[in-house]
């Protein structure tokens, strides 16, 4: 079986290089991928084939299936009622990008069984099915760059402006932001259906066949340029600025703090943002490191051309290696959200054993955080099947004490 794959990927190998190498002439819409004679066959590199192994065949099946259960549990529990709030809605969207991306990969899973990958039916299904998955994976990846980047921004807006709770970002807002982005990023990549089209011819080894599109001097300078540096240069350009300045803004924040005399319930509600705060950081280094890679081919792309980088190995092996991690960062998000939020922890395991605790001081506009009113003395009250402290709730998420509007929202 080891050697049936090894062969395969050898195959498919030949088959990428030779792709990224021809200089193929349009025939009315679309021009054949065709091979390159057997005597001129580059040699693939051992390294090359045992990386594509170990990416395709044994981390992508591992990575994806623990990613789609850790964002079914993130989903499971970043959607109920008492830890609403706006960077929730964020982080939900995420959670729904990233387990949507991680399903499109599940029936390319089938080809690694060689009985099914020889059937015509799969074939052919496969062959249709690589157009879509290619359209919708830079979708989500694109949806997910612009989510972390709309939460890291909530997350530095609510620190820089909480004693201004106008400013802040509500729900609604949170909403309306994720709608746009999701309609903007597929707006954006909807051209990428016309690249390509399925190969008619099943013996062929390849699968898809590039149109007129693929080869027009305007859409390869400019839109595929575009394309990078919206979906993966930009993006990440903006969260190193905005980390930078929300971990700033974290490390002062208790003085800040003092400056402003802020009442008992502002510095537990400042605690909460310290949490939350704390797990926009983490997401979004995760984010920064296991896009690296993307962003170095997508610049050696924008500068050398889709043909140059995919005719070399080593480019190759990195085009695989990105798409791993790639994965990684949309199955991780779960593990950080159990590591740094104590209150995450505990509505997961409540949620799960069904004891919830009636005394909880869970707010809705308190998420992923620990609240007390040890030092208050006051006891929590219950309206509606909320539990709320001495201070009263606003609708935005603002909480209101002698000493004037301060933001809840963590």
């Known amino acids: 079986m080891a050697m049936a794959f090894i062969g395969n990927i050898t195959s498919a190998l030949h088959q990428e290089m030779q792709n990224g190498a021809e200089n193929a002439s349009t ?8 091979k390159a004679p ?27 299936c623990l990613g789609i259960v850790g964002n079914g549990l993130s989903l499971c529990v970043l959607t109920r009622r008492e830890i609403a709030a706006a960077t929730t809605c964020f982080l939900t969207a995420m959670a729904v990008s990233d387990l949507l991306l991680l399903l499109l990969q599940v029936p390319t899973f089938f080809e690694l069984n060689a009985s099914i990958a020889r059937s015509d039916s799969f074939k052919i299904f496969i062959r249709f099915y690589t157009v879509i998955r290619y359209v919708m994976n830079n979708v989500f990846i694109t949806c997910t760059g612009w989510l972390t980047v709309a939460v890291t921004t909530e997350r530095f807006i609510s620190l820089r402006f909480m004693f201004h709770p106008r400013l802040v970002c509500t729900i609604p807002r949170a909403r309306l932001a994720i709608i746009v982005i999701f309609i903007l990023s597929f707006t954006f990549h909807f051209s990428k259906f016309f690249e390509y089209v399925p190969n008619p011819d099943l013996k062929s080894p390849a699968a898809l066949l590039t149109t007129g599109l693929v080869h027009t001097p305007t859409y390869e300078t400019y839109v595929h340029i575009a394309n990078i540096a919206l979906a993966a240069i930009i993006p990440v350009f903006l969260l190193i600025v905005a980390n930078s300045f929300l971990i700033y803004f974290l490390a002062t924040h208790r003085r800040r703090m003092l400056r402003h005399k802020a009442s008992a319930s502002a510095n537990m509600s400042s605690v909460d943002m310290l949490h939350i705060s704390a797990i926009v950081v983490a997401t979004v280094l995760v984010f920064i490191a296991c896009h690296s890679v993307g ?85 929590p009250r219950a309206t509606n099947g909320k539990v709320y402290t001495s201070s009263s709730m606003s609708s935005n998420g603002s909480a209101h004490s002698g000493y004037g509007p301060t933001r809840a929202d963590v």
């Open 295 to 379: 962003v170095l081919l997508a610049l050696t792309i924008a500068s050398k051309g889709r043909r140059w980088v995919f005719i070399r190995p080593p480019y190759i092996a990195l085009k695989h290696i990105n798409t791993v991690l790639v994965m990684i960062n949309s199955s991780v998000n779960f593990l950080l959200y159990c590591a740094i939020s104590r209150k995450f922890r505990k509505t997961f395991i409540n949620m799960f054993s069904k004891r919830l605790h009636r005394r909880d001081t869970w707010t809705s506009a308190m998420p992923l955080s620990e609240n007390s009113t040890g030092n208050t003395g006051t006891l």
């Open 27 to 34: 025939h009315s819409n679309f021009s054949l991928v065709t």
């Open 38 to 64: 057997p005597a001129i066959q580059p040699t693939v590199p051992e390294y090359l084939k045992q990386t594509v192994f170990m990416c395709d065949h044994v981390l992508m099946p591992l990575i994806c």
